[in-house]
């Protein structure tokens, strides 16, 4: 089992830049692969981003492909999605998540087995 944490949210500017971080405890996270999520008021949770145990492979969502990078450092047992040119569509409260199939993409939330209580990102116009 692993247990979660994010950080690193905040309320920016549209255009600036925030790097979220999400660490994890108890087992470690080169066991799964990792995804970013988020959800905006009202909004269903949708996918974001989401990287294989060893950096292998990773994918973005359109709307934040050129913009977003996910990357992982797993000596530090972290995951972290760094946010450029943040637009106003881009606030919600973002969740980091582990699919134990490590070897696999998934834009499925429903196919991670582990997420955090998330961290708000606010982008003003």
């Known amino acids: 089992q692993v247990q979660l944490v994010e950080s690193g949210g905040g309320l920016v500017e549209a255009g600036g830049s925030l790097r979220l971080s999400c660490a994890g405890s108890?087992?470690?996270?080169?066991?799964?692969?990792m995804g970013w999520f988020r959800q905006a008021p009202g909004k269903e949770r949708e996918f974001v981003a989401a990287?294989?145990?060893?950096?292998?492979?990773?994918y973005h969502e359109d709307s934040v492909k050129g913009r977003f990078t996910i990357s992982r450092d797993n000596a530090k047992n972290s995951v972290y999605l760094q946010m450029n040119n943040l637009e106003p569509e881009d606030a919600a409260v973002y969740y980091c998540?582990?699919?134990?199939?490590?070897?696999?993409?998934?834009?499925?939330?429903?196919?991670?087995?582990?997420w955090g209580q998330g961290t708000q990102v606010t982008v003003s116009s």
């Open positions: 998540a582990a699919d134990a199939a490590n070897w696999r993409i998934s834009t499925v939330a429903r196919e991670y087995e582990y």
């Open positions: 108890g087992r470690a996270l080169r066991n799964y692969a």
């Open positions: 990287i294989t145990w060893n950096s292998g492979n990773t």
